[in-house]
């Protein structure tokens, strides 16, 4: 019969990778608690209306890599693209406008676009979202770069660049659209099918095309950096000076827009040529206007997403750690009734006890032990229990103790041995 596969773009992750994810999370949740942000789980569906509003609808996430579908309700649903459109819908619908005076809170997990797959870029991908509601001052655009400096050393990840611009706010936009409009039809005929249909609907999406006479077209264009109002101004021109108090690299790049529509003023991408095609792996920025427009009192936000994958591609490989566990080889009916005393004694104190569910002879059982990168093994035949003994062989030196059959003292001199406390007491070739 045919294997049943995972679909197109979807993956198991396990291993080496699931460990670097593991290491991610981990450090991620040490800087993330002591930057004050509360971690929160969102649902995975959502009403499509969530992310059409927030997003924008014409951008690429909502013209054609959402998975949406009608359920027997005829609701139409989608699966969560990216994290913000949820965490402003919690926001809204818990009234933490109200009680709180300001939100920090974080989310992790899995995301779901309907891309084309390729390195780095998969149908279902996972995302660390942190998001700041009712801060306008710039000093929060900056503490998030300062969480993104401290995770990345964390990982002891070096090479990168972090790319910050400003978008500006609707009145800088709106003043600029019509300069923009008139730059692009100049060029029109350069233009790909796709940024036609954007200069009518939202020119400034020109800017985040892939296509390489697309981006020769910007590279002449007006910028909007250049014409943004006092405001906006300030708040770039302070935001780099916190930045810069934080003793943090950053570079101005007035060409970075972001894939969606809510952002405002402070956007940033985190890139690494390590990466190859895909280089963002953390991407985020302002959305002063966002509560707003889903229905909520006038509240200004700022956020960013981490690419898991993507971060997890320029992690060295972890440190595999082989001689941590022990195995227990027994011969016999009598050495498999002690193997029950033992084993919950050990899994009981953390020490981590193998052992074959079948009976085997000692010699396989030593070369399974041996597969399993076991660092101390536990022999226990008819011999040593006359003798009251058990016998302890350190894989890596090949030597080995006679101890006395009592779990205590087995139990004791595995915790120290595991630790790497106690040498070996007497010494023989094994
Ligand atoms: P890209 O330009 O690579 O398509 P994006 O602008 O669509 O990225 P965002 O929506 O800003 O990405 O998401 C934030 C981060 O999530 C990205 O920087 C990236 O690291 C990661 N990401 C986005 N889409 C994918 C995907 N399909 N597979 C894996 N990671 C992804
Ligand atoms: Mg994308």
């Known amino acids: 019969m045919e294997k049943i596969r995972t679909l197109r773009g979807f993956r198991d992750i396990f291993g080496e990778e699931l460990g670097k994810f593991k290491r991610i999370e981990q450090a991620f949740r040490k800087y993330s608690a002591r930057f004050g942000f509360r971690e929160i789980e969102l649902p995975i569906l959502e009403k499509t209306e969530l992310f059409v509003r927030s997003i924008g609808d014409t951008t690429d996430i909502v013209e054609k890599e959402m998975f949406t579908f009608m359920d027997a309700g005829g609701d139409s649903l989608s699966m969560r693209p990216e994290a913000t459109a949820g965490m402003v819908r919690s926001y809204l619908q818990e009234g933490l406008y109200a009680t709180e005076r300001m939100t920090k809170v974080c989310t992790i997990g899995p995301m779901f676009r309907h891309e084309r797959p390729q390195k780095g870029r998969y149908r279902q991908f996972h995302q660390i979202d942190v ?104 708040h770039f021109d302070l935001f780099r000076q916190y930045v810069a108090g934080f003793g943090v690299d950053i570079e101005v790049n007035k060409r970075l827009v972001r894939g969606l529509d809510y952002y405002t003023k402070t956007v940033f991408e985190i890139t690494s040529d390590d990466l190859g095609a895909q280089k963002a792996f953390i991407a985020g920025g302002r959305y002063d206007n966002l509560v707003e427009e889903m229905g909520g009192p006038a509240t200004a936000g700022i956020g960013f997403a981490v690419g898991v994958e993507r971060l997890a591609m320029l992690l060295p490989p972890g440190e595999a750690e082989p001689g941590t566990e022990c195995f227990f080889a027994g011969i016999g009916d009598r050495a498999r009734d002690y193997l029950t005393t033992l084993l919950k004694r050990c899994l009981t104190e953390g020490i981590p006890l193998r052992y074959a569910y079948e009976a085997k002879s000692l010699k396989a059982q030593m070369r399974y032990a041996d597969n399993l990168k076991c660092g101390f093994v536990l022999i226990l035949g008819d011999d040593e229990i006359d003798r009251g003994t058990i016998t302890l062989r350190d894989m890596t030196g090949k030597s080995q103790d006679e101890l006395p059959l009592d779990a205590d003292t087995i139990v004791n001199t595995l915790k120290k041995r595991l630790s790497g406390q106690a040498p070996a007491l007497s010494t023989r070739d094994g």
């Open 131 to 234: 998001e700041v509601f009712g801060v306008k001052e710039p000093l929060v655009d900056a503490e998030l770069i300062l969480l993104v400096r401290m995770l990345l050393d964390e990982l002891e990840i070096r090479r990168y660049r972090i790319e910050v611009n400003s978008v500006g706010c609707k009145m800088c936009r709106e003043s600029f659209r019509r300069i923009l409009i008139d730059f692009f039809e100049t060029r029109k005929d350069e233009l790909c099918g796709d940024c036609l249909r954007r200069l009518e609907k939202n020119p400034l999406r020109i800017f985040d095309c892939k296509n390489q006479q697309c981006i020769g077209v910007t590279a002449d264009s007006p910028l909007l950096f250049d014409s943004l109002c006092e405001e906006c101004k300030d």
